[in-house]
């Protein structure tokens, strides 16, 4: 791996190593889990939750009925209980690995056009997922949206941002002052500050505005940096974004300014999230390989792979979906 930019946050020497088991179609969500000591992620287009601890020979697959955009850990009165995970567009409550599904709430959008994609838990608990614009062909319009599930007590799920076509980088300073979310196809991450409940307010500034496509661009071709794709921050405020089709990952301070650009052995870096791993920091990459051109699949066979290697940065603690009692023990 080579760092594009000067910078102590990644070793300029440090190689990318692979997560065992079969390439991914759509790599996304990843998370560590700090009391299973395991890495989680899922498979949107494969349909599928996946988890690895480290030392295993293979990672554990687990079918879902649909597509999983996004999955977060969880936990009911301090006790971890399972995960929420966000399908096509419903949430559901996991008890158990590879066990029933318990459905709790409907997202208010149509099936046929949308579904769930990048989301994550705030530091108070509350599940935000964003959506996708999916029409089975045209073009993309900017009618996905941001919503956030609030299990805390009972079911509360509200719109809370809209106007993009595919919502992504979903991202909170480590005070929880600003929110950080990305339009893919508009290149565009944006930043909100949030109010004393953590919800965004007001207009929000450009936080980075990528370019586009070059004219006659095709998959693989020079000139094309990439679109801003998933994202995490550290504990030192600093936002790391994927750039799906760029096969690299960027660093920004607070400020906006670029702190560092590392190439990553794939095309399309789907998401990057923090864990520390026996006592190293790790930053985990997702991928994806579905819909690639074969060529590109020969040059770059780690491509839906998820990828890992060693940061200088301290990791924030992934936060939880905190879950009403009552969710935990209906039957």
């Not at 969500?29 to 992620?41: D, G, M, V």
């Not at 480290?54 to 999983?68: I, K, V, Y």
């Not at 919503?147 to 941002?161: E, F, Q, S």
């Amino acid at each position: 791996m080579t760092a594009n930019v000067s910078s102590p946050l990644l070793d300029p020497g440090a190689a990318w190593a692979a997560l065992p088991g079969p390439a991914l179609q759509l790599g996304e969500s990843p998370f560590w889990h700090p009391l299973e000591q395991r890495w989680y992620c899922v498979d949107i287009a494969g349909r599928a939750l996946v988890r690895w601890r480290p030392g295993e020979a293979d990672a554990e697959r687990w079918a879902m009925p649909s597509e999983p955009g996004c999955i977060a850990p969880a936990r009911s009165n301090g006790v971890a209980v399972g995960l929420v995970v966000a399908l096509r567009d419903r949430i559901c409550y996991a008890p158990q690995w590879g066990g029933a599904l318990r459905e709790l709430a409907t997202l208010p959008f149509d099936a046929a056009t949308q579904r769930a994609n990048d989301g994550k838990c705030d530091a108070a608990g509350r599940f935000w997922v964003g959506t996708v614009h999916e029409p089975a062909s045209g073009p993309r319009e900017s009618v996905a949206g941001l919503y956030c599930v609030d299990l805390r007590a009972g079911v509360w799920v509200r719109r809370v941002l809209e106007g993009v076509a595919t919502a992504n980088g979903l991202a909170w300073s480590p005070d929880g002052q600003y929110l950080y979310w990305a339009d893919t196809p508009a290149h565009v991450i944006r930043r909100w500050r949030c109010d004393a409940h953590g919800d965004p307010v007001g207009i929000p500034s450009v936080f980075q505005q990528f370019d586009f496509k070059p004219d006659g661009w095709q998959p693989g071709m020079a000139g094309y940096a990439g679109r801003p794709d998933g994202a995490v921050v550290d504990a030192h405020g600093n936002y790391w974004c994927a750039m799906y089709e760029g096969a690299r990952i960027l660093c920004f301070a607070p400020s906006g300014q670029q702190l560092g650009q590392w190439d990553v052995p794939v095309q399309c870096p789907t998401m990057v999230c923090l864990g520390v791993v026996e006592g190293v920091t790790q930053l985990l990459v997702t991928s994806a390989s579905r819909g690639r051109p074969a060529d590109e699949l020969v040059r770059m066979p780690l491509s839906g792979r998820v990828l890992y290697t060693a940061a200088q940065v301290r990791a924030l603690p992934v936060h939880w979906c905190e879950l009403d009692a009552r969710h935990v023990t209906a039957s």
